[in-house]
């Protein structure tokens, strides 16, 4: 419709301009205002294509940031189960490591421990639709700047530094897998020589720099609690309860 306008408008400058009816004054008076409408039609024209824009915009944004919540809640569950993992093991390691010279560990405490000293712990973040929002262009469009950048830091900080530390754990236990592996033997149909692998140097070398994984607990808690302060400014941006 706009461009209807000025088309109608444009032509009549130009019958305006061209006519021998009117005098020059009349003309530049008469132009004047035809360009102006122009002017003002296409500055509308603009204005609700701007508009019409901005509101499709922040309807992606609100679609990102509601599928993003879900994608915290479930991340904090694991967060949060993750945690209790590690805590497991930070005690079952800080029981080997209190083992005494000569002293033999408990069968009944190794079999308690068992699946906290042989799991392996890691996050698998939900932040497939982060990276699509951000790799197409669009975080920038979250008019919210402090929930923009707390967002930013949880997946290009947060989570990398708890990625990192935990890489760094794993590795660490998987050393004592191997030794293990290598030294282990069945004394009885039903039993190993897993306690006195335990016991020897070079294991309680590395059980020790497994017995307190302060620094992953910390990131996990960083990672919590930026998690749950982002859902807090979703619910607050959009009226929600939960």
């Known amino acids: 419709m706009a461009e209807q306008e000025v088309i109608k408008h444009t032509k009549k400058v130009y019958k305006i301009w061209n ?43 609100k679609q990102f940031l509601l599928g993003l919540k879900s994608d915290l809640k479930r991340d904090l569950e694991e967060m949060k189960g993750d945690k209790a993992s590690y805590q497991d093991q930070a005690a079952a390691f800080t029981y080997i490591t209190s083992v005494k010279l000569n002293q033999e560990l408990s069968s009944d405490s190794v079999k308690k421990y068992f699946i906290s000293i042989f799991n392996t712990t890691a996050l698998n973040p939900n932040n497939g ?12 469009a979250i008019e919210n700047e ?89 619910n607050k941006e959009y009226a929600l309860r939960d």
């Open 129 to 140: 639709r982060f990276e699509g929002f951000k790799s197409s262009g669009k975080i920038g």
């Open 19 to 61: 006519s021998r009816e009117h005098s020059i004054w009349h003309k530049v008076k008469e132009f004047l205002l035809e360009v102006f409408i122009i002017v003002f039609a296409i500055t509308l024209s603009i204005w609700f294509h701007n508009r019409s824009e901005h509101a499709h915009q922040q309807e992606d944004v």
């Open 146 to 234: 402090e929930l923009q950048n707390d967002i930013m830091d949880l997946y290009q900080e947060n989570i990398v530094s708890l990625l990192a530390s935990t890489q760094r754990y794993v590795e660490t236990k998987k050393q004592l897998f191997d030794f293990v592996s290598r030294n282990q033997k069945r004394l009885t149909d039903s039993t190993t020589n897993l306690k006195s692998i335990l016991a020897q140097d070079e294991a309680q070398n590395i059980c020790v720099r497994l017995n307190g994984p302060s620094e992953l607990l910390s990131r996990y808690d960083s990672c919590i609690n930026k998690a749950n302060k982002i859902i807090v400014e979703i």
